[in-house]
């Protein structure tokens, strides 16, 4: 073999371990990226958040909350008002004696308590009697001429004093005016509220009965909504086998590839080595001789050449002389060691094939994958079937609930209000209807009178513009008194049912806001409802909702407001732990023990068979490692020949072209010629042979010191690989199975714990009945009461502002008429 085909050979080897490499770690990439995993125990992220369908509330109790209104302003000047007229608290010993013996409730007690209300309705009395009797005598004195007349005599201080009536006239006309203005709102407000607050009463009373009887069905929805974690459950049990497979395959293939690469290289080494002996021990016979036969013939050709260099006829031959004396054979390789005992020893190396060897341990281990879901088919199904009595056992949620027969008290009770409320809204309603009616046509008389005041006013003071002499007539002042003298009419005329009206809702909505609101708010309400006695045996709530006896209707709405289900408000016969039944360790315990007790030999890999092991031992022990190469290498340093057969040829060319004598020029020619030959034909050859044995040399010299220790490391290396695969292999399998098992539990945490919530606070939620009474407060009183009030006010100031509107009205009518005399 040439030294260009042992070069050729040896990158042969080399690229080929380089493109196995390569190919192993390509096919480790592909595997890696084709087995995600499913789930990472770290972070919580990792785990998909399941959606669940829209609740079960399609009956709801929406929560209403008071609307902040440009009336605000007013609404708070109404309650300080109010909180002025009556400052007493709750009427507790009144109203017990009036809930349970009304015969015996005093009049004093009841004047005692709504004093401020009586001294009100006093004011009003001696209004409604007054103002009347006012009017007419006001009548009486305009028919004698002794009222509304003229002025008698013009003095200076007349244009003053009417300029300030007009004025005070006016302000009094514009806080009418705006008074009547608040009066339609409001009132206009009322009626907008009062027909759906009435009709929200039994509407909300009416779902707090669906609610309740909806419960059953509300359970079992939720209940069955286990579908959504089940499938999700279900759909990552078809990937786990093939996950787990492919996760152990990504986390040992570096240290698998890397072990079947060294013993790649090992193997590589083997057969390297192989050749590169052979190689040295053909060389180095070859050498040994083909020196034996160059050394006679160079002998006999320094002979002649060193005769005819010493011939005399030779001219200037000396200076070569020395030269051709010193041909003579320089390295000797039958001196350097024999490779035949190395070669013995591994004789028959190698006995097996690494390189299926190599194949079949990379298929074995990339079949991880595909062995893992063949030894996992069976638990998987197993896990199936505990999913499937797992939906059983959640089932029970819904068969334990109790509430269904112990909501029947509450139905009842709702459905007996709702029936008892309906003729009580009713009047409430015509009662309504009848009070916007007589607002309206009162504030109507109300504007009416403003619009006689402001003509009259008008034409009054235009009728004086125009008169030259203010005892002259003048039409347009007369018609201004006129106007001005119909609104006083009108004023006397209707101030007693103005002043009714206010009185009449006065006393219903200051009552309502002082005696009912009021307590509602600081709850002073619940205390009395809770007190014992204060209600009467017919009307005790707590029996009646079949709340606990340790309860009472104000733990029951702050327990309610907080969120609690009705079943920790209501009087079970047996206590009822939703928290118990919604603990996640009951329902997966059998999921968890089969995946913490499975076990599968998913990474017994054979790398190394023992006939390799043995080769792989034999290579070490071959004395490969003893061979004295540094011997080769010294006598490479030595030509084939001492003296340069191509420089001593060059040098008797020369010699021959100075040469007289044609005989030594010829002989000189002939010997260079003979030198040429030589170096051609057996020098050359001989070189090429050493160029071939120091490669061979070079490797084993590198290869050699390291050799035992490379083998050594190999074998120790593979043996440690295929000891470890299977314990990591299931150490993998433990932590994969585990990050599986902790992601499928929070799948049932999640569903549990929708499952508490949604029961909480909506499907068997007690929140709707405290969310009712709190919209029966915002109804009753944030937007029937604070406008009610606000109407009898604003028509109160109405009502007392015609006082004055008459008194200045009257007295500006005599400075729209002629004066009698006039005084200079």
């Not at 006397?492 to 609101?517: K, Y």
């Not at 992601?743 to 007690?766: H, I, M, P």
Request: glycine share 6%; hydrophobic share 40%; charged share 20%.
């Amino acid at each position: 073999a040439s030294p260009a085909g042992g070069s050729a050979l040896a990158g042969a080897m080399r690229a080929a371990r380089l493109l196995l490499l390569l190919l192993l770690l390509l096919a480790g990439a592909m595997l890696r990226g084709a087995g995600s995993q499913q789930c990472h125990p770290a972070g919580p992220g990792a785990v998909p958040v399941l959606r669940f369908t829209d609740r079960h509330a399609e009956i709801r109790v929406p929560a209403l909350h008071r609307v902040p209104s440009a009336l605000d302003p007013l609404y708070g000047l109404v309650r300080r008002c109010l909180d002025l007229i009556q400052q007493n608290p709750l009427p507790t010993e009144l109203l017990r004696t009036a809930l349970n013996d009304p015969g015996s409730v005093r009049t004093s007690q009841v004047v005692q308590y709504e004093l401020g209300y009586v001294v009100c309705a006093a004011v009003a009395l001696l209004f409604t009697v007054a103002v009347p009797v006012a009017g007419m005598c006001f009548c009486y004195c305009r028919s004698r001429r002794r009222c509304g007349g003229r002025l008698r005599a013009h003095r200076r201080s007349l244009g003053c004093r009417r300029r300030c009536l007009l004025a005070c006239l006016s302000f009094t006309s514009l806080v009418i005016l705006v008074s009547v203005t608040c009066a339609l709102v409001t009132s206009q407000r009322v009626k907008g509220q009062m027909e759906p607050g009435l009709g929200a009463v039994p509407s909300t009373l009416r779902t707090l009965r669906q609610h309740l009887a909806n419960v059953p069905q509300g359970v079992q929805m939720v209940v069955d909504k286990f579908e959504v974690p089940r499938k999700q459950i279900s759909s990552d049990l078809g990937g786990l086998s093939r996950s787990v497979g492919l996760s152990i395959h990504a986390q040992l293939q570096a240290v698998t590839y890397a072990a079947l690469a060294d013993l790649q290289d090992r193997a590589g080494d083997l057969q390297s080595s192989l050749h590169h002996l052979q190689i040295v021990h053909r060389t180095a016979r070859a050498l040994a001789a083909a020196r034996a036969e160059l050394e006679p013939a160079l002998r006999e050709r320094r002979r002649r050449v060193v005769a005819l260099l010493d011939d005399p006829r030779c001219t200037s031959c000396a200076s070569v002389l020395g030269r051709a004396q010193g041909l003579q054979l320089g390295a000797d390789y039958g001196k350097v060691p024999s490779v035949e005992k190395v070669l013995k020893a591994l004789a028959g190396l190698p006995r097996s094939d690494f390189a299926e060897m190599i194949r079949q341990g990379n298929g074995t281990f990339n079949s991880i994958p595909e062995l893992a879901v063949e030894r996992m088919a069976q638990v998987i199904q197993d896990l199936r079937a505990d999913l499937a009595r797992t939906a059983e056992k959640v089932q029970s949620i819904a068969d334990g609930f109790p509430l269904p027969d112990y909501t029947r008290p509450a139905s009842e009770a709702l459905a007996e209000a709702e029936q008892r409320s309906r003729p009580y809204l009713r009047e409430a309603e015509r009662f309504e209807r009848y009070r916007w009616i007589a607002g309206t046509v009162l504030c109507s008389i109300i504007l009416l009178i403003l619009a006689c005041n402001v003509t009259g006013m008008a034409l009054g003071a235009y009728g004086l513009s125009k008169r030259e002499d203010p005892s002259d007539y003048e039409c347009r002042g007369e018609a201004g008194a006129k106007f001005l003298l119909v609104g006083v009419g009108l004023a006397f005329l209707f101030s007693w049912l103005l002043i009714l009206l206010v009185f009449a809702t006065f006393l219903v909505g200051g009552n309502i806001q002082t005696l009912v609101c009021r307590n509602w708010v600081n709850q002073e309400i619940y205390k009395f409802i809770d007190t014992p006695g204060n209600l009467p045996p017919s009307m005790n709530l707590t029996r009646q909702l079949n709340l606990r006896r340790d309860s009472n209707l104000s733990s029951a709405y702050r327990e309610c407001k907080s969120g609690a289900g009705l079943w920790e408000v209501l009087q079970l016969d047996s206590s009822y732990d939703l928290d118990e039944h919604l603990r996640t360790p009951q329902y997966t315990a059998d999921f968890q023990k089969r995946l913490g007790d499975f076990t599968a030999d998913l990474g017994h890999v054979r790398l190394l068979r023992s006939e390799g092991r043995q080769d792989l031992e034999a290579f070490a022990r071959s004395g490969l490692d003893e061979v004295d190469y540094g011997r080769f290498q010294e006598e490479m340093k030595n030509p084939v020949v001492q003296t340069s057969l191509p420089g001593l040829a060059r040098n008797l060319e020369g010699l021959q072209k100075m040469q007289r004598n044609g005989t030594v020029a010829a002989r000189l020619a002939a010997e260079a010629r003979a030198l040429w030959h030589m170096q051609n034909s057996t020098v050359q050859s001989q070189e090429a042979l050493v160029a071939k044995l120091g490669e061979s040399v070079q490797f084993l010299s590198r290869l050699a010191p390291h050799l035992k220790e490379r083998v050594r490391r190999t074998l120790a290396n593979t043996a440690s690989v295929e000891a470890r695969l299977p314990l990591q292999a299931q150490q993998i399998l433990r932590q994969e199975l585990g990050c599986f098992t902790r992601k499928e539990l929070r799948y049932f945490t999640q569903y549990l714990n929708w499952v508490g919530q949604t029961l909480r606070e909506d499907v068997a939620s007690c929140q709707p009945l405290a969310t009712a009474l709190d919209n029966g407060r915002v109804i009753l009183c944030d937007r029937i009461a604070e406008p009610w009030n606000a109407f009898w006010f604003s028509l109160g100031c109405c009502t007392f502002f015609l006082i004055p509107s008459i008194i200045f009205a009257v007295r500006l009518t005599k400075h729209f008429r002629p004066i009698r005399n006039r005084l200079m």
